[in-house]
């Protein structure tokens, strides 16, 4: 953990120090090397060996391995004293209360006065921690508490200690919320703060409740996945990531410090978790858990469940209930809540015994662990991956009509919710003039959520600000002369009514507005081109339609490029083929950190022909110097293109040529990401933006060419690659070569895109590029063929 939190503040460009103990004995490689305890090879060896491992971990904790240099390690024994220069000492040791109070005495002896002294405890009270610190130090120490893995989780919850400045604690909550990119959740300091809290007692209940009811492990990771806004991972395969151990422990510890908590018996350990905790089937760290994976007889990979009653590893059952089918044409999964609620078989009473659990306790630790309603939300979203929090849920539902739920389920409300029902409010949150509102206890209100000047949050301004629209996409005017450009079709693919919709927004922004972002909020900004319909169009030989479709394409991811009006992208989470060719064409990107990206088409079977390839060749030959390294930059390239090559973070994505220093820049907070576009685009207007000159590209011909095929022949006959695969390769090696050009030439962008129509044409003629993308359409996998 304490070296996923360096890893992070490396990230957003902060020098860290990471200090661990000293080990206590040689390891064997040690003793043979001759080296002693006193080594400072050995004394850092722990503090090395954990943050080698972090590196080298999937998913990375860093956004490129570079950033790693940022991180200086050393040990508590020689370095501590370092720590004299810090501005902020943040503690991750084991969760005891007597090891932190001696690292805290440790720290007090070095630390400077003034500097921020923070825990990373999951619930060791603060006052406890406290205990016999000086004056200066109980005023800057607070709990940071970061959910792991610190880069992807983003709640970040502050509790600050009873003689925490002001100041201070409204540091903490700006820095983790500007900086680190997170959700900060002010919290009191109460047993397993809000998320864990909340989470925590969500796990336990539903432990009972599938017990009751006599459900699967596979049954409820189905009802408790993404049909409800869950991760994938659901309930049991995420606790096997986790570790059960760690839900015990955090469970036992809510048990032990909250007495009098109503729900107190839910936090009891049911006897199929005691039996898996004395069998040691933890999850992932001991190879089987929930799951576990094995070798069949046939010699196949198969993953097996864990039978809650016999106690023994089975061969999962297939789940379905007539409940999940009736919310498949509901596309908004917090529309789903209602109808699931209703549902008359077993999966419509456990959604009815959950939801009715986790409305009741949720609304019993206000004001116990927060003050305010939305901050429970917050924290399940940002801590737990939820796409809606209990009180949003609730709201889906109808307030009134969660009540009547939780009462046949036997469960009770606060009473301020009924309370908030007899003063006129008829749901927690309301939307007035694009800013989200909470019902506040203590004003008996409706109050404004502080925080959202600095962003632009879609949900509440689509009604209100929409000014055209299709059946894909949507035109909002953002204020003073901004459009923005929004993608609503299925996983935002790139149809015919998205194009449509961006030479709309440009015609506007040309003739009576000022400038245009293509932006949303969903997890992925876009999956790329509709390939089921370029799929159809090929299968029916509907070959002249399909070749001004991917004009269309082209044609419109160039006018990003050449607009007389500033055009900016905002990619975030998945932005794949079509979509990052749109990113290579804006005027400016403003990509999220995390941001995954690239020209993936060689997966299914064709090449990138919405101006990729035409681009990605350009910026290689703008980067050509002498002649000794372009035929190794055009290779770099093409091996990205020919591997479908993903940047796993937008930094990784400056590297492989799809964003450009200088010109393209990377927001941690994604919340922040569309009120920052809008932000640079009006810059660009006040600086004097002027619509840019189209360049020539020089190609290399023949000098390219022949070595692309050279090595794709070598490939195929080493059987590194099909004879298909060949045929693509060749494709792309034809189109980035400029064709069989006899000598280098200047030429036209529009000769290359011409070059690019036709590669992909002639492949969407190939049966066996037509087996890859339907093959894709079905599975979401590609197809080597």
Not at 17 to 39: C, H, Y
Not at 168 to 181: P, Q, S
Not at 646 to 673: C, H, L, P
Request: glycine share 8%.
């Amino acid at each position: 953990m304490g070296s996923g939190i360096a890893c992070h503040f490396a990230n957003i460009g902060v020098e860290v120090l990471l200090l661990d103990i000293v080990p206590r004995e040689l390891n064997e490689i040690e003793k043979a090397k001759g080296l002693t305890l006193e080594d400072q090879q050995v004394k850092n060896r722990l503090v090395n060996e954990s943050l080698t491992k972090a590196l080298k971990s999937n998913p990375s904790p860093i956004y490129d391995q570079a950033f790693s240099s940022r991180i200086t390690t050393g040990n508590l024994e020689d370095d501590l004293k370092k720590i004299e220069d810090a501005d902020w000492v943040i503690e991750v040791v084991v969760e005891r209360l007597d090891i932190k109070k001696q690292v805290f005495e440790k720290i007090e002896k070095f630390r400077r006065k003034g500097s921020l002294i923070t825990s990373n405890t999951s619930g060791i009270p603060i006052r406890f921690m406290n205990e016999g610190r000086s004056e200066d130090f109980q005023k800057h120490f607070a709990v940071t508490h970061f959910f792991n893995p610190p880069r992807y989780l983003k709640l970040f919850e502050v509790i600050p200690g009873p003689s925490c400045l002001p100041e201070v604690k409204d540091f903490l909550m700006m820095y983790g919320e500007k900086f680190l990119g997170k959700t900060s959740v002010l919290a009191k300091d109460t047993p397993a703060f809000i998320g864990n809290r909340i989470g925590i007692f969500g796990i336990m209940s539903l432990f009972h409740i599938v017990k009751e009811m006599g459900l699967t492990v596979e049954e409820v990771d189905k009802l408790t996945g993404p049909l409800i806004g869950r991760p994938k991972s659901a309930t049991f395969r995420t606790i096997d990531v986790v570790g059960l151990d760690t839900l015990v422990h955090t469970a036992n510890g809510v048990a032990e410090n909250a007495p009098n908590d109503e729900m107190h018996d839910s936090f009891s350990i049911p006897d199929f978790v005691s039996t898996m905790m004395t069998n040691n089937w933890l999850g992932s760290k001991t190879q089987q858990g929930f799951y576990k994976k094995t070798v069949n007889a046939e010699g196949q990979k198969e993953i097996l469940v864990l039978d809650l009653n016999s106690m023994e590893y089975r061969k999962a059952n297939k789940v379905s209930f007539a409940t999940l089918a009736k919310t498949k044409s509901i596309d908004k999964v917090i529309d789903r809540f209602a109808v699931l609620a209703q549902g008359t078989d077993k999966a419509g009473a456990f959604y009815r015994k959950t939801l009715s659990a986790i409305f009741a306790y949720a609304s019993h630790r206000i004001p116990e662990i927060s003050d305010e309603l939305y901050r429970i939300d917050d924290a399940m979203k940002a801590g737990f991956g939820w796409e809606h929090g209990p009180f949003q849920i609730w709201d889906a539902i109808g307030v009134s009509k969660g009540i009547e739920m939780m009462e046949k389920e036997g469960d009770k409300p606060a009473d301020w919710v009924t309370e908030m029902l007899s003063n006129g409010a008829h749901g927690f949150y309301k939307i007035e003039q694009g800013s989200s509102y909470y019902y506040d206890l203590e004003k008996g209100a409706h109050v404004k959520i502080p925080g959202q000047d600095a962003f632009i949050i879609l949900d509440n301004i689509r009604e209100s600000k929409t000014i055209w629209s299709n059946n894909e996409a949507s035109i909002q005017h953002l204020g003073d002369g901004v459009l923005n450009v929004e993608f609503q079709s299925k996983m935002n693919t790139i149809g015919g009514g998205v194009l449509a919709a961006i030479n709309k927004g440009i015609d506007l922004a040309e003739d009576s507005y000022e400038a245009v972002i293509l932006g949303n909020q969903a997890a992925n900004f876009s999956v790329g081109a509709n390939l089921a319909m370029a799929f159809m169009l090929a299968i029916e030989q509907e070959y002249d339609e399909l070749a001004m479709a991917t004009k269309m394409f082209q044609d419109t991811v160039m006018r990003l490029r050449y607009s007389s009006v500033p055009t900016l992208i905002t990619p975030r989470g998945m932005t794949f083929g079509g979509a990052c060719e749109m990113s290579l064409h804006a005027d400016k990107v403003i990509a999220t950190a995390e941001t995954y990206t690239g020209l993936v088409e060689f997966g299914v079977g064709i090449i990138p022909a919405g101006a990729g390839t035409k681009e990605m060749t350009k910026r290689v030959s703008d980067l050509w110097k002498n002649d000794d390294v372009k035929l190794n930059r055009l290779r770099d390239t093409f091996i990205n293109i020919a591997m479908a090559k993903v940047a796993t973070s937008a930094e990784e994505a400056f590297g492989m040529g799809y964003y450009q220093k200088g010109k393209d820049i990377v927001v941690v907070n994604a919340d922040r990401q569309i009120a920052t576009a809008k932000r640079y685009a009006l810059q660009m207007l006040e600086d004097g933006y002027t619509k840019p000159v189209p360049q020539k590209v020089k190609v290399l011909g023949q000098q390219a060419l022949g070595m692309f095929l050279v090595g794709t022949d070598s490939l195929q006959k080493g059987h590194y690659a099909s004879e298909h695969d060949k045929k693509i390769a060749n494709k792309l090696a034809y189109v980035m070569s400029g064709g069989d050009l006899s000598e280098p030439t200047m030429v036209l962008e529009q000769y290359l895109l011409d070059l690019e129509r036709e590669a992909i044409l002639s492949l969407l003629t190939e049966r066996k590029t037509l087996e890859r993308i339907e093959h894709t359409l079905k599975t979401g996998k590609p197809l080597r063929n």
